[in-house]
């Protein structure tokens, strides 16, 4: 059973920082591709970035790259989002998912397992 847990999120003005965890059990961690989603009030939910199982690349939408990093520890079972110079516009429920195939997590249809998500609010 895979179990993701996010945390990171809160209040932050625009302009502000910060850095989403996700955290995964399971044993096969480092070979999962994972991914970062975001749900906005009144939006579908919609890819925001993902990273390869070793790192070794990543992918964002055209609204937040440049602005958002995903990064991997495979030690740690973790994946992490940080997000500079934020806009109220990004402000939404972000959810961690997981890929188990080669698949990398861009589209909701790739991703096996999700986490409850966590709530960023940006303040203009």
């Known amino acids: 059973q895979v179990k993701l847990v996010e945390s990171g999120g809160g209040l932050v003005q625009a302009g502000g920082s910060l850095t989403l965890s996700c955290a995964a059990s399971?044993?096969?961690?480092?070979?999962?591709?994972m991914g970062w989603f975001q749900k906005a009030p009144g939006k579908e939910r919609e890819f925001v970035a993902a990273i390869s199982w070793d790192g070794g690349s990543t992918y964002y939408s055209k609204s937040v790259k440049g602005r958002f990093t995903i990064s991997r520890d495979n030690a740690k079972n973790s994946v992490y989002l940080r997000m500079n110079s934020l806009k109220p516009e990004d402000t939404a429920v972000y959810y961690c998912g997981v890929s188990s195939t080669t698949l990398i997590p861009t589209i909701e249809s790739r991703v096996d397992y999700w986490g409850q998500g966590t709530l960023v609010t940006v303040s203009s």
């Open positions: 399971g044993r096969s961690f480092d070979t999962w591709m």
